[in-house]
């Protein structure tokens, strides 16, 4: 069993729509949790970050968190086309990721 | 700031040769963090150093695999008698272990062909 995993997708939204973006992690020792997005032939880079049971919002970005069920996503409101990328959850530390869902948003 | 910095950029081998990396961390994080990431997959976890430290190894990683971090700055990772299966982006990423602990910034990577 991966210790992150990722629903695969991919994942095709229109413009504008919600996009939803869903994690599982194996480790109950996992304390942080992170979002991080990687757009085709670059490094990722972070999106969110979640610590505590809940939802935490960021602009149009929200992650949830839920210890009890090991569940973290990130929901994209409003979704624009420069959203298209790899959408990497990952879980610390140190830091492991999932293999990623590859979302397109289309005009 | 000029971010973490990786050298080379792009490697191409032959099998059998030996290879090494160089990353140059964000000049006051302590943590520094190797992956590999191959097509259509996430970053997989090789190894991370606090300061000079090496913390934990991945129980995955071959022992052709070794990283130093000799004095808490840069890191070097060593790949011996390199195999096609080797071939891979190489990331390196830095962190503090202040307050906002957990993000990762990462390098641009090293690209490794083997032929």
């Known amino acids: 069993q991966k210790e992150v995993e990722q629903n695969s997708g991919p994942l095709s939204v229109p413009e504008g729509a919600i996009a939803s973006l869903n994690c599982t992690y194996s480790?109950?020792?996992?304390?942080?949790f992170f979002w991080y997005r990687q757009y085709s032939g670059k490094s990722p880079e972070l999106i969110m970050s979640?610590?505590?049971?809940g939802d935490k919002e960021d602009g149009r970005f929200t992650a949830q968190l839920n210890k009890a069920s090991q569940y973290v996503s990130l929901l994209i409101r409003d979704s624009q086309p420069s959203d298209s990328a790899t959408y990497l959850c990952?879980?610390?530390?140190?830091?492991?990721f999932g293999a990623g869902t590859r979302l397109t948003v289309k005009p | 700031d000029t971010g973490v910095s990786q050298n080379p950029r792009h490697k191409i081998t032959k099998r059998g040769q030996n290879v090494t990396f160089r990353c140059d961390p964000i000049?006051?994080?302590?943590?520094l963090y190797w992956y590999r990431q191959t097509l259509g997959q996430g970053p997989e976890f090789l190894t991370y150093?606090?300061?000079?430290?090496?913390?934990?190894k991945s129980r995955l990683l071959s022992d052709r695999f070794s990283a130093e971090r000799p004095k808490g700055s840069f890191s070097t990772l060593e790949i011996q008698r390199t195999e096609q299966g080797d071939s891979a982006m190489y990331l390196c990423?830095?962190?503090?272990?202040?307050?906002?602990?957990?993000?990762?910034?990462f390098g641009e990577g090293s690209r490794l062909t083997v032929l």
């Open positions: 990423a830095s962190s503090s272990t202040g307050v906002a602990t957990g993000e990762l910034f």
């Open positions: 480790d109950r020792g996992s304390q942080s």
């Open positions: 979640i610590y505590s049971n």
């Open positions: 990952a879980a610390s530390s140190p830091m492991r």
């Open positions: 000049s006051e994080h302590n943590r």
């Open positions: 150093f606090q300061n000079e430290a090496q913390l934990e």
